[in-house]
C-alpha cells in the first residue's frame, strides 16, 4: 500500500509521540538551594536581631550614652547583617540559574529567588533610611 494513494479517511493515524509530562519533571537543584539559602538567612537575620537584642540592655549607660562595650555587639549585627546579605545575592544569582534550567520544575526558584531579592531590597532600604537620616543630623 501506498500512503500517497489512501485517501484522508483511509491513513492510518500517525505514531504515538512521547510528549514528558511536567508532572515527571525533577525539582531544580539550585532552585532548591536558593529556596534554603532564603530559609537559612531569614533564621539568621532573626537569631542576630535576637541576640543583639538581648545584648542591648548593656549597651546603654544610666547617662543614656553609649558605653565602651556596645562596640562589640554592633559589630556583631554588622557583621551579621553583611554576610547575610552576601548569601541573599549568592541566593538570587543560584535561583535565577534555577528558573533557566530546562525540563525542571521552576517552582522552588522562583520562590527563592522572590524572598532573597525581597530581603535584599529590604536591606538597601534599611541603608537608605539611615543614610538619609544621617545626613538629617
Do not use: C, W
Not at 532548591?32 to 541576640?51: K, R
Request: no cysteine; charged share 10%.
Amino acid at each position: 500500500m501506498d500512503y500517497n494513494s489512501l485517501s484522508k479517511s483511509d491513513s492510518p493515524e500517525p505514531p504515538y509521540v512521547y510528549e514528558e509530562m511536567k508532572q515527571n519533571f525533577k525539582h531544580s537543584g539550585p532552585g532548591i538551594a536558593s529556596f534554603v539559602i532564603s530559609l537559612a538567612t531569614l533564621l539568621g537575620y532573626a537569631v542576630s536581631f535576637l541576640i543583639v537584642g538581648g545584648m542591648a540592655s548593656s549597651i546603654m549607660n544610666e547617662a543614656g550614652n553609649l558605653s565602651t562595650d556596645s562596640s562589640q555587639s554592633i559589630m556583631f549585627l554588622g557583621l551579621s547583617v553583611l554576610i547575610l546579605a552576601a548569601l541573599n545575592v549568592i541566593g538570587v544569582v543560584i535561583g535565577i540559574i534555577g528558573i533557566s534550567l530546562r525540563k525542571r520544575r521552576k517552582v522552588f526558584g522562583i520562590i527563592g529567588t522572590i524572598i532573597n531579592g525581597l530581603i535584599i531590597l529590604l536591606f538597601m532600604l534599611l541603608v537608605a533610611a539611615v543614610l538619609v537620616n544621617a545626613g538629617a543630623v
